[in-house]
């Protein structure tokens, strides 16, 4: 056996855990997902087959489509916004923040990553409600005389999704920023570039990897999440998620959760596809 | 594909424990109150293993994914028990073991809870699905009239419970269509009043969201609400208050019942035996998920002056006599029930 071949076995053998469990847990089931999503109900009872019905419903019905849109929407907004938000707050730490305390600040960037998911979510409920913290501090700053209606909006989403992902984004940026060598900046200003300059064609080009890693973090976790739109939301408008739990909780029908699953599944996709030149998931 | 492989997916989402000494529930939240279950878990030197499920349509689709013997008990809206055993899945119970003689005349429900003259399952808990409201932030008389709640008075002060069968019973009641009426040719009666109470409402939540909601401020009524919703927030929000309109209000009921096939049916028998004991009944009617009229009258004797206030105990003759049960949907019906109520979340 040449030394090559010895090699490949072996590449293969340290392979072969994680194939086996990735093959057991996410492609088989998958499989079984994108099964069930062609079959439909009778009653109660799931019929199989290969009818495309769930999947001609989630493009046609209003109810459903403004569900994808909906999620799509919302999951944008918070990407976007965290990423702003992330981004200079990451630079703070890596640049400003002397390198002993770098670790402090790290700490108390993700602290609030320690509490409940759910806590956290009923936690800004109660902060952004009618008589929260923030509507009477405006109301005893004479900002407003009326409450102004945050709670159960898709403000209130969008907010709950932003403090939980600048948290991740800041990490993700942070790695890239701190092994940013200085001597890029300075090459670019001894050349006469400006500080904008420098920033818009040195600086946020070499960042783009840990950013559009941690944008797309966010967004596979932002549109299949339930419980922060659940909580926050009010209900006043449905997500995919909201959706695929109607429908296994209520009305049983797991076909039509599993099309929408998959729907989803695609949407992630795409995203994975528009961002995938830029990728670098070693930097998580 | 065959249909079990096809659900095999689904049957990993509902595997229940198997130890010998325990006994696997399908129950509401209210059942994982410790104080409820505990006492019976100590007595009987066993471990109920609880699983929460939202609707008999959820309820049933477990219990289709499950082999026979995963599960022993059910709880399940008295309405729905005939659907359960025409579907095969309850077994009968003895009814003179049963102390259904105790229970308020009306809650006995026996053209719900039995079949052909056997009995499949046992009025545990009622309460009803009406209105609650802060009475220091709207006018208490406008309670009593459905129409208020789309007059624009109230606009943005509406939270409704997110279930779509109590609302839409009640949006019935104000069109004066029984509930027991409540059909595909009666349902779309229904649209605009529902289309209107979602515009003046602000939210449409769970139970925890919605107690939340009142007891913060952030909406001053709930439709759907009652009892159950404001009875757990009375002590520290006195002004939290519920009331049944003069177009009536829906009289929920949950039944407990034994899963046909179960391997521990004298477990289970004396489980559900517990649970309609005045002690269970007492524990079940004061759970911290919900409160709830006990169907036990004799559970009356455990309970404080104080709970039976809130729980108008005094009262429940006149309530009674003004509420209707749950609709009970044909599957195409209670199809497009959750598909208008689906269409008013995304409105």
């Not at chain 2, 219990?63 to 077994?91: F, N, T």
């Not at chain 2, 177009?247 to 899963?259: C, D, H, N, P, T």
């Amino acid at each position: 056996m040449s030394i090559a071949s010895a090699e490949r076995k072996l590449g293969w053998g340290l392979l072969a855990p994680a194939l086996l469990w990735t093959a057991a847990f996410f492609v088989v089931p998958f499989l079984a997902m994108l099964a069930l999503s062609f079959a439909h109900m009778e009653g109660r009872a799931i019929v199989s087959g290969f009818d495309p019905g769930n999947y001609i419903r989630a493009f046609t019905d209003w109810s459903q489509l403004k569900a994808l849109i909906n999620s799509v929407e919302i999951t944008v907004t918070v990407t976007v916004i965290s990423v702003v938000l992330a981004w200079p707050l990451a630079a703070i730490i890596a640049w400003q923040v002397p390198a002993r305390f770098q670790r402090l600040a790290l700490l108390m960037a993700v602290l609030p990553f320690w509490t409940s998911y759910v806590v956290r979510s009923y936690s800004w409920l109660l902060v952004l409600g009618k008589n929260g913290v923030i509507n009477k501090a405006l109301m005893g700053i004479g900002v407003i005389s009326e409450p102004l209606a945050l709670a159960s909006t898709r403000t209130a989403t969008v907010i709950g999704f932003v403090h939980f992902f600048v948290m991740l984004l800041t990490l993700t940026i942070y790695a890239n920023l701190i092994q940013l060598s200085p001597n890029y900046a300075r090459a670019a200003q001894d050349l006469g570039a400006s500080r904008w300059a420098t920033f818009v064609h040195v600086i946020l080009p070499l960042t783009l990897p840990g950013v559009i890693t941690g944008a797309f973090v966010t967004f596979v976790l932002c549109i299949g999440d339930y419980i922060t739109p659940q909580i926050l939301g009010g209900n006043t408008e449905l997500t995919l998620p909201q959706l695929i739990m109607l429908q296994m909780g209520r009305s049983g029908n797991f076909p039509m959760a599993s099309a929408l699953s998959v729907v989803l599944m695609g949407v992630v996709t795409v995203a994975y596809a528009a961002c995938s030149r830029w990728l670098r998931l070693d930097r998580l | 594909m065959p249909r079990k492989s096809l659900t095999a997916l689904a049957l990993l989402l509902a595997t229940p424990a198997c130890a010998e000494d325990t006994l696997n529930a399908l129950v509401w939240c209210d059942h994982t109150d410790p104080t409820l279950i505990e006492p019976f878990e100590k007595a009987h030197n066993v471990k109920v293993n609880l699983k929460e499920f939202e609707g008999t349509a959820a309820g049933l689709a477990i219990l289709d994914q499950s082999q026979p013997g995963d599960w022993d008990v059910m709880v399940i809206d008295s309405v729905d028990v005939h659907r359960a055993v025409e579907a095969g899945k309850l077994a009968e119970l003895p009814a003179d073991k049963l102390p259904t003689a105790d229970f308020f005349p009306a809650l006995v429900m026996a053209t719900n809870n039995t079949v052909d003259g056997k009995t499949y399952a046992v009025t545990e808990k009622f309460g009803y699905n009406t209105i609650s409201y802060d009475k220091t932030k709207v006018d208490p008389k406008d309670m009593e009239d459905m129409a208020a709640l789309t007059s624009g008075k109230y606009d943005g002060k509406i939270g409704i419970y997110d279930y779509y069968l109590p609302v839409m019973g009640l949006l019935a009641l104000g069109q004066g269509i029984k509930t027991a009426d409540l059909n595909a040719d009666t349902l779309p009666k229904l649209q605009d009043s529902l289309t209107a109470l979602r515009k003046a409402s602000k939210q449409v939540s769970d139970v925890v969201s919605s107690q939340t909601a009142l007891a913060t401020g952030d909406v001053d009524i709930v439709v759907g609400g009652g009892e159950w919703l404001t009875a757990v927030l009375a002590k520290d929000n006195p002004n939290l208050d519920w009331t049944i309109p003069k177009q009536g209000g829906l009289r929920w009921s949950q039944s407990i019942a034994e899963v046909a096939g179960t391997k521990k049916a004298d477990l289970a028998l004396e489980f559900i035996q517990y649970i309609v004991s005045p002690e269970g009944q007492a524990a079940l009617a004061q759970s911290s998920c919900y409160w709830g009229m006990p169907a036990n009258q004799k559970a009356g004797d455990l309970l404080s002056p104080e709970a039976k206030a809130v729980l108008r105990w005094d009262q429940q003759p006149d309530y009674i006599a003004r509420s209707q049960l749950y609709p009970i949907p044909d599957a195409a019906t209670d199809a497009k029930m959750q598909d208008m109520w689906t269409a008013m979340l995304n409105q």
